[in-house]
């Protein structure tokens, strides 16, 4: 498996709605911190936030690169901040 990969699945599977970001990754001298994501059909336990749906927003177009959203938050599924843990 190319190392890309994984990274451009998910950055994919943002693009259209179905997962969000709930915390960025994070590293460091002492502490790492991997991304965490959500299904979007599905409530956050971790946040509370409601499920968004955003995959039933978003409309294929000709470019796979493009978001195309329908609805007031166009520009790409939100992504919430969750308090940072450490994982050794």
């Known amino acids: 498996m190319a190392p890309n990969t994984v990274s451009a699945a998910l950055r994919r599977l943002i693009e259209v709605g179905f997962i969000e970001r709930t915390r960025e990754a994070s590293f460091g001298c002492k502490m790492r911190l991997a991304a965490e994501y959500r299904l979007t059909w599905i409530k956050c336990d971790k946040t509370g936030k409601a499920e968004s749906n955003g995959f039933?927003?978003?409309?294929?177009?000709?470019?796979?690169?493009?978001?195309k959203f329908t609805g007031s938050d166009a520009a790409e599924p939100s992504v919430s901040a969750l308090e940072g843990r450490a994982y050794g």
Do not use: D, I, T
């Open 56 to 67: 039933k927003r978003w409309r294929s177009g000709a470019s796979e690169n493009s978001n």
